[in-house]
DNA sequence: AAAATAGTGTCTCTGAGACATTATTGA
DNA sequence: TCAATAATGTCTCAGAGACACTATTTT
């Protein structure tokens, strides 16, 4: 018999979820997990896992990340989309509220299932809506990814789903993954370049194929103004 | 002696903190109790309080409003914040994670203390900044504030401070109080008229001195296209 | 009639979107 | 030289901001 209060206080469990995106092939990929315990055992599922008593929310988000995606804090963005707590969402006796997390990060490696997952793999975002995920992770993927497309338009945080030198073209081909609509390159560019504080010339250029592309860093301005707007 | 785990998860309490805006002449107004219980007897803080076990994080920020502020959903529109999670953030020995919530009224009734709080009174949103809040409330405060102020620019959530019916004149100051800046008549005027689905004409107008207002009332539209950029 | 408040129009400038061609490289 | 890709400029339209006067009511 599990005790229901310890104390003056109705106990909880505290997991972070994570939505942790990435772009590969140029489409936009978010990392699942297979879940290796019940509840919802063999299901899909975002990684995250259980707040620790001694560490804080954003520390228990770092480290899920590194057990579960093997990502530190170098290679991603993290933020708190926000807390779920309904009733019934966890099935399991206690109160399980959750705190996701959006994270953003360019061109991930593959994952190697650690932590709890039975498997772990990127799936393509709008492949994910229809898998039948496990808890209520469907709707904190949702919130996720409408939260990333919004902070593309007034932020400059594309730039996390970029490596650290890149151009103006790859960081075009962000906003349309991310978006899902294609961009003219000409206004594109213009925007971008006139965006103070956005690019800043690292004053090398890409080899490869076709003219080569000037590279970029990211500067240090992290609001846009004025904003891109979606279509 | 208190147990640290009931089973195999940390044990957590749950709490909900509610950032209660509202207008009152012509000022933004936070609602702040005075803390009847330890830890920070006496000190001003939040109204909040624990998450019950049989009721959602949702359901809990409701309460919390008709306990200790006298409010009802019809009163206000509420939205969550995020979640505060730091290990010291509460005193007590279990780790306590707070949800916090912004909650927006038009014109809101001088509160009576009710539930743990001592005292409980509306204070302006400048001055609460001088106070040294219970707990991290003053980084939820200044956080709920926030999200006002950015949500004004691209939702019609400005409404939320109006009555049922209201002119165009009362509007521009709920931007300027809230903004903190004042606003030209005739480019606000233009602007929210044009915004359709913001206001729908009520066919009514104000009485008293001076030229009588057209009133309008909130009309279905929740986002604003174009926004309302602060200066 | 005076005081108070609401309502409205124009001009200029900035930014948005539509649109095609030239430049540079590797194969 | 061809294929691939990057870079760039102009025009038109919409919205933003600056700005002053007229209209309607109460006292």
């Not at 229901?4 to 972070?16: L, R, W």
């Not at 709707?139 to 103006?168: H, M, N, Q």
């Not at 956005?198 to 860093?217: N, W």
Request: with cysteine; net charge negative.
């Amino acid at each position: 018999m599990i005790p229901v209060f310890t104390s003056e206080f109705p106990v909880f469990a505290v997991a972070v979820d994570l939505v942790v995106l990435t772009l590969r092939s140029g489409r936009l990929h978010v990392l699942l997990v297979e879940r290796g315990e019940e509840p919802y055992l063999g299901r899909w599922a975002l990684p995250g896992g259980f707040v620790r008593a001694d560490e804080s929310l954003t520390d228990a988000a770092h480290r899920e990340l590194a057990e579960e995606a093997g990502l530190t804090s170098d290679d991603v963005v993290l933020e708190q989309l926000r807390s779920y707590g309904g009733v019934t969402r966890d099935p399991r006796p206690e109160r399980v509220v959750s705190v996701a997390w959006m994270v953003l990060g360019a061109d991930l490696p593959d994952p190697r299932p650690g932590g709890d997952a039975a498997d772990a793999r990127w799936c393509p975002v709008d492949e994910a809506s229809g898998i039948d995920l496990a808890f209520d992770h469907a709707a904190i993927l949702a919130d996720g990814v409408e939260r990333a497309r919004a902070k593309l338009e007034y932020t400059t945080l594309a730039t996390a789903f970029c490596p650290s030198e890149f151009s103006v073209p790859q960081l075009r081909t962000v906003y349309e993954a991310v978006w899902g609509e294609p961009l003219d390159p000409r206004n594109f560019a213009r925007k971008v370049l006139a965006a103070s504080g956005f690019l800043v010339d690292a004053g090398r250029t890409t080899s490869g194929r076709g003219r080569p592309a000037r590279l970029y860093r990211a500067g240090l301005a992290s609001e846009l103004d004025p904003p891109l707007r979606r279509g």
